[in-house]
């Protein structure tokens, strides 16, 4: 699975920003997908996932309410919407695949499988 992640970039706090994910290489009708984030000095970490149908959405505590993760499985899509974004929300944010939401979710399944190469998102104060 090849992931391609846009939509990065720099906004002040409270806006809003759209980031989207193109996959190709795989039948996405059963591949899960998810954002993960990584901060400056920080591991990365969960933002959110949905599985395969669109019918699973899982969000880090972090971001529950403000962000929402869908896709669009004709078109090899995934996106995030962040609304009302904070500071502590600047990282670079990758776009992931697997065939196990669990592994995506959770970091005691072990990493997703597939990792795009990741977007800047910069939240100023």
């Known amino acids: 699975v090849q992931l391609q992640a846009s939509g990065g970039g720099l906004v002040q706090a409270g806006d809003s920003m759209t980031l989207t994910c193109a996959a190709s290489?795989?039948?996405?009708?059963?591949?899960?997908m998810g954002w993960f984030r990584q901060a400056p000095g920080e591991e990365r970490e969960f933002v959110a996932a949905?599985?395969?149908?669109?019918?699973?959405?899982l969000y880090a505590d972090s971001v529950k309410g403000r962000f929402a993760i869908s896709r669009d499985t004709a078109k090899q899509l995934v996106t995030l919407q962040m609304n009302s974004l904070k500071p502590e929300d600047t990282a670079v944010y990758y776009c992931v695949a697997d065939s196990e939401l669990a592994r995506i979710r959770y970091t005691e399944y072990g990493p997703p499988a597939y990792w795009g190469q990741g977007t800047q998102v910069t939240v100023s104060s």
């Open positions: 949905v599985n395969w149908s669109g019918g699973t959405r």
């Open positions: 290489g795989r039948d996405l009708r059963t591949t899960d």
